[in-house]
């Protein structure tokens, strides 16, 4: 058997916190770094009758991206309970929604790849962060002690969940990516994977190509790396393949990927959802969003159509790459000035900064052909402030023939002895032409250029 004949099945879970001003259900303020415990109150620390209000712009921010991932917008959508325990939930549960999220169906299409099914966006509170601290250090098990910081604990969290349509290890990359730029882009979170504002859990299963059904799944819980997301479901692949080849048989289990050993390791068996022991929040009423409030809702050009719309033009991953470093609209600037795409997509990518109003200077001063050299300069200008384009090329007469021929001549006629010297078979002296020329120009003349117009008087 050959693993070619395996597919890989993978969904994933994505939370991204979102941008509020304060968390999800009191009025203690979201600060990145703040001091520990420094930003907590009886309801986010569950105080006995502290009750929870929810936090209107996070259900905006949620709306938002279920719009822009044209999900069906529940009219009643109900918080939960989700019950566990662990040090990091004073509450002894999290504030969740469960049976009827805020958004159910939609759908993510990866430009020049699949359309990802979005199974919901659910809004809900993160947990409070635990340091692990002496013996194995950052793990739980075998520290000497656990510290908790309460600040994170509230914080409002959007959990965005695929349906298993993605492929491989590239597919997942790039739906990953692309939903983080949404979700920037939307000005809805910063979703930071350095900052643990934004996460994931992958489930990864691997099944025969037309293989009906799917085959039980790991869960690589609490990623944040994209690199380890990329090898942990390599790894999980591979790992699965292996033992489906030896004639075992696996089940349903979570990991956790070490990029030391590049390797995944049991965390834990993985609790069927009912023991969450689910059941709707009796301190909220459901939340129906009202119809002007959706209809207030305005979307950007999101970053799927943007990079469809440039791979008209250009090809593919230029425009990914134009879109995920936001120089696209620098293309775009200059392309509409009449650069061509290819020039202008190259352009975006590789100069520096420049200013949306001076891109027609700039396009002028493309177009034109000038060197390298002289085109920096303007650039560096366009950055720094306007720029000017008649008197740029003006200043950087480079291959204008009509500007060069008397600069020449002049040359020419100033050095009888070393034309004398060219005509009598010496043709090396041409490097003392062109330098000559290029001194007198301040080096902007064109070489080439200037090459051709000494031949034909040298030869002449
Ligand atoms: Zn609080």
Redesign the pocket.
Same mark, same amino acid.
């Given at each position: 058997m050959s693993s070619s004949e395996w597919e890989a099945v993978i969904g994933l879970e994505v939370h991204a916190h979102l941008k509020t001003r304060t968390?999800m259900f !009191? +009025?203690?303020e979201l600060e990145y770094g703040a001091a520990e415990n420094t +930003?907590? !109150?009886?309801?986010?620390?569950a105080h006995p009758g502290a009750l929870p209000v929810p936090n209107g712009k996070a259900i905006e921010h949620t709306l938002k991206l279920g719009l822009a991932l044209g999900c069906e917008i529940s009219k009643h959508a109900i918080f939960a309970r989700k019950n566990y325990f662990y040090p990091d939930l004073p509450k002894g549960y999290q504030i969740s929604q469960y049976e009827a999220p805020l958004c159910g169906k939609g759908a993510l299409q990866i430009p020049g790849g699949p359309r990802i099914g979005i199974t919901r966006a659910h809004l809900e509170e993160d947990a409070a962060k635990t340091v692990h601290a002496g013996g194995a250090t950052g793990r739980s098990v075998g520290a000497d002690y656990s510290l908790v910081d309460f600040n994170r604990g509230?914080t409002p969290l959007l959990e965005i969940v695929s349906e298993p349509d993605l492929r491989s290890a590239d597919d997942a990359d790039r739906y990953l990516r692309l939903l983080r730029q949404t979700i920037v882009e939307l000005g809805i979170g910063d979703a930071e994977m350095e900052k643990g504002t934004l996460r994931a859990d992958v489930n990864v299963s691997v099944r025969k190509q037309g293989e009906e059904g799917f085959r039980p799944r790991w869960e690589l819980k609490n990623m944040n790396s994209f690199t380890y997301i990329r090898r942990g479901i390599e790894a999980a692949v591979r790992e699965q393949v292996a033992a489906y080849e030896r004639g075992e048989t696996l089940e349903q289990s979570t990991y956790d990927y070490d990029p030391d050993t590049n390797r995944l390791a049991v965390h834990r068996s993985k609790e069927e959802a009912d023991d969450y022991r689910y059941f709707p929040e009796p301190d909220l009423v459901p939340v129906d969003p009202p119809r002007e409030l959706l209809d207030s809702i305005e979307l950007p050009e999101l970053p799927a159509e943007r990079i469809a719309r440039l791979a008209e033009h250009t090809d593919l991953d230029a425009a990914w790459e134009l879109v995920f470093s936001g120089n696209d609209w620098k293309a775009q600037a200059l392309a509409e000035h009449g650069v061509e795409w290819k020039a202008a997509a190259a352009i975006a990518m590789n100069r520096g900064d420049f200013r949306p109003e001076n891109a027609a200077a700039l396009a002028e001063i493309v177009r034109a052909n000038v060197t390298r050299e002289a085109l920096d300069d303007a650039f560096a200008a366009a950055a720094s402030g306007s720029i000017d384009s008649a008197t740029y090329l003006a200043q950087t007469a480079v291959s204008d023939e009509s500007e060069l021929e008397p600069v020449i001549d002049a040359i020419l006629a100033a050095n009888p002895g070393q034309v004398e010297t060219y005509r009598g078979g010496k043709e090396g002296v041409l490097g003392f032409f062109v330098g000559a020329v290029m001194r007198e120009t301040q080096g902007k003349a064109d070489p080439k250029v200037v090459n051709r117009l000494l031949l034909e008087k040298l030869r002449g």
């Open positions: 968390k !009191c +009025r203690c +930003r907590t !109150c009886p309801v986010c620390l509230g």
